[in-house]
Nanobody, 116 residues
Framework: QVQLVESGGGLVQAGGSLRLSCAAS????????VGWYRQAPGKQRELVAV???????NYADSVKGRFTISGDFTEGTVYLQMNSLKPEDTAVYHC??????????WGQGTQVTVSS
């Protein structure tokens, strides 16, 4: 099994920065991709960014140029550096892992609040 735990959320003013961390434990060798999703109140969950074990990244258009996903799959850590934050970035951010033979794994989520 693989477990994911997020950290790093909080309250920040517009224009500020936060770095989210996703720590994986268990059989992390099975992980082949990790992504960050977010869900704002009354909205559907949306993909923010994803990184594969090979280092390929992909971003939602709304965060391109502001957010950077990085990670070390051998250590089981993935980060989301968020710069130039906007009030519309306010949401619960969830780490998602995809593991061979396991499927999707979700963390518990971390709240990010951006004040105007």
């Amino acid at each position: 099994q693989v477990q994911l735990v997020e950290s790093g959320g909080g309250l920040v003013q517009a224009g500020g920065s936060l770095r989210l961390s996703c720590a994986a434990s268990g059989n992390i060798l099975r992980l082949y991709a990790v992504g960050w999703y977010r869900q704002a109140p009354g909205k559907q969950r949306e993909l923010v960014a994803v990184i594969t074990r090979g280092g390929t990244t992909n971003y939602a258009d709304s965060v391109k140029g502001r957010f950077t996903i990085s990670g070390d799959f051998t250590e089981g850590t993935v980060y989301l550096q968020m710069n130039s934050l906007k009030p519309e970035d306010t949401a619960v951010y969830h780490c998602n892992g995809r593991a061979l033979g396991v499927g999707d794994i979700w963390g518990q989520g971390t709240q990010v609040t951006v004040s105007s």
